[in-house]
């Protein structure tokens, strides 16, 4: 008699087919679900394999387009960044898996769901941060912090016998000595070779991006539209080619950032778990749209409440690589960074190359930039002699500070004085 309805989260490797195989063995039906957030997989023969394997039904869902639309825009209008490097690709592509997921098991009836992620990491904890805030009542089945299971599988010569046993197919070719994953926004690399964090990555590790030293010699020169603080066009200065649509609009900037080299980040970061790990990304598209909405940013938004927001977006990107997407906190600050955008568009010329991404100009029809205030040639309406007052004013607490500090340390020399 069956346990009941599991819905997997399925990519098609050894891993997830294999514990497809055991719940089957555990008696439980299983339905798979794989999601093509912009990797590059053969779906076809992953839906073939499950098929054989005795899927009970077989979910292929293309959510490129809601993965830029949902999660990626409102990581870029939040300038979304975590410990100052990481944009967030693994991180927001979670959530958007998850959401599916769930909407699968609720349709389908099925009472548990499950997923391939390891006990020591973050991805544990985002979808299923995900999958209970959405499915509250869901029952969660994580084989790798089941005893029976991970005692069972130390490494992969135990999945790979294990598949051997069970007629699963195995990868004919190597695997890379290092664990990879790929979405729209980025590729991540970490463990097997790369957990010395003195080693360098060897040279062919990068699939989306080229090395900046042998990426073309010309640079692009790109003018990104912005409208409510997401990109609405892009236009190449140099062919005229136009795109507007958002799968389009990211797409092209990898395509043009993974060209010249742009988005490479080797970091050591602090996973929510407790732990640091060496992490190695790839964010070609990510990048450009950061260093753009950053400029269109600050020329159009008022100065204080761009300090306050660039305290949501340090907020927004820990709720966010915690796997707190879908909690009430994290919902009211994506609401405020919302409220921040309506008056950020206009467009900002930069150029691509060789690594980098340089800013060339921008304009808006919401600038808060006063060319005759500031300039050096004009007076405009500012009085210089008002400068002399805010001056004083803001050094009142300097002099006090310093007299009541100097006078404290130096009792005994005033006093010879």
Same mark, same amino acid.
């Given at each position: ?143 790798? +912090? =089941?005893?029976?299971?991970? &005692? *069972? %599988?130390? $490494? ?5 016998? !294990?598949?051997?046993?069970? @007629? ?95 988005? +490479? =980040?080797?970091?050591?970061? &602090? *996973? %929510?778990? $407790? ?5 190695? !990304?790839?964010?070609?598209? @990510? ?131």
């Amino acid at each position: 008699m069956s346990k009941g309805t599991v819905v997997l989260a399925y990519s098609g490797g050894l891993d997830t087919s294999c514990i497809l195989v055991w719940l089957k063995e555990q008696g439980y039906d299983v339905i798979t679900y794989l999601a093509n957030i912009g990797q590059d997989e053969d779906f076809e023969a992953a839906q073939k394999k499950a098929e054989s394997l005795g899927a009970k039904k077989v979910f292929i869902e293309d959510l490129r387009a809601e993965f830029v639309e949902d999660f990626i825009w409102p990581a870029v209008q939040a300038n979304a960044v975590y410990e100052d490097r990481y944009l967030l690709g693994t991180a927001v592509a979670r959530p958007c898996i998850a959401r599916r997921q769930v909407e699968i098991a609720r349709r389908e009836g099925a009472h548990f769901v499950s997923h391939g992620a390891t006990g020591k990491g973050n991805d544990q904890i985002r979808f299923e941060l995900t999958c209970y805030a959405l499915y509250p009542e869901v029952k969660i089945i994580a084989p790798w +912090r =089941i005893p029976e299971f991970y &005692n *069972r %599988f130390r $490494g992969r010569t135990d999945l790979m016998e !294990y598949a051997q046993k069970h @007629g699963i197919p195995v990868p004919v070719t190597p695997r890379a000595p290092w664990s990879m994953d790929a979405n729209l926004m980025h590729i991540s690399y970490e463990s097997g070779i790369l957990e010395n964090p003195k080693s360098r990555a060897p040279a062919d590790l990068y699939l989306m991006t080229k090395n900046p030293e042998d990426s073309p010699s010309v640079p692009d020169v790109l003018e990104i539209e912005f409208k409510n603080g997401v990109p609405v066009k892009v236009t190449n200065v140099k062919d005229s080619k136009v795109t507007s649509s958002p799968l389009d609009i990211f797409s092209y900037l990898n395509d043009i950032g993974g060209k010249h080299g742009v988005g +490479r =980040i080797d970091i050591v970061e &602090n *996973r %929510f778990i $407790g732990m640091k790990s060496r992490g190695i !990304y790839e964010t070609p598209g @990510g990048t450009i749209l950061l260093k753009a909405h950053l400029d269109i940013e600050t020329f159009t938004m008022d100065k204080e409440v761009r300090r306050i927001k660039q305290g949501l977006g340090i907020k927004f990107s820990e709720l966010v690589y915690n796997g707190f997407w879908d909690s009430p906190e994290c919902d009211f600050v994506r609401h405020c960074i919302t409220k921040s955008q309506e008056n950020v568009e206009g467009k900002v010329q930069l150029s691509v190359f060789k690594g980098q991404v340089y800013i060339l100009g921008r304009d808006s029809p919401t600038s808060l930039y006063n060319e005759e205030l500031v300039s050096m040639d004009v007076q405009g309406d500012y009085d210089p002699c008002d400068a002399s007052g805010f001056i004083r004013i803001n050094a009142v607490r300097l002099v006090d500070y310093f007299v009541i500090h100097y006078l404290t340390k130096h009792k005994s020399h005033i006093f010879y004085l």
